[in-house]
């Protein structure tokens, strides 16, 4: 019996140390959403306020946008897209309306606001005119605050 005492306890050791560091490795890793219909999608975002109340007012110029509250900042979004190339359209449109943007990419598992969003995409994809950019804009934000809004905000 104890022959076998110290290999085991050797086992042991050198199996809990392997654990240590495999959990550790994990560490750093991000965290994505998970989900059959989840979709990574370009959101154009705005500016960044430290008040709900300081958002509104720089805000005002938009007929539409969305936000999401992030470590205790409003982030506003004026454009959706789940194309780059459109994203890339949109911060073009709203530049040569001497707005500053910036994309960023979330993962969004809505899969019915993700099917309009294609919709949209293709639509958008094959304009420039600017009315028709500025609609299908406002039409994609308006979409979203109807069927996304209220589950989560991004």
């Known amino acids: 019996m104890k022959k076998y005492m110290f290999p085991v306890i050797l086992s042991l050791c050198i199996g809990s140390l392997f654990a240590y560091f495999l959990i550790n490795s994990y560490g750093n890793i991000q965290n994505i959403s998970v989900s059959k219909g989840a979709s990574e999608v370009y959101y154009l975002r705005y500016g960044i306020y430290p008040s709900k109340e300081e958002m509104i007012s720089s805000m005002q110029n938009f007929q539409h946008y969305i936000y999401n ?36 990419t979330k993962i969004t598992d809505n899969e019915e606001f993700l099917t309009v969003l294609g919709q949209y995409d293709e639509v958008l994809s094959q304009t420039d005119d600017e009315n028709a950019i500025n609609v299908i804009c406002n039409q994609v934000l308006a979409k979203y605050e109807e069927m996304v809004n209220g589950e989560y905000q991004n």
């Open 69 to 104: 509250v992030e470590d205790n900042q409003y982030k506003t979004y004026i454009g959706i897209s789940k194309n780059k190339k459109n994203i890339e359209k949109l911060k073009g449109f709203f530049e040569k309306k001497q707005y500053n943007t910036y994309i960023e």
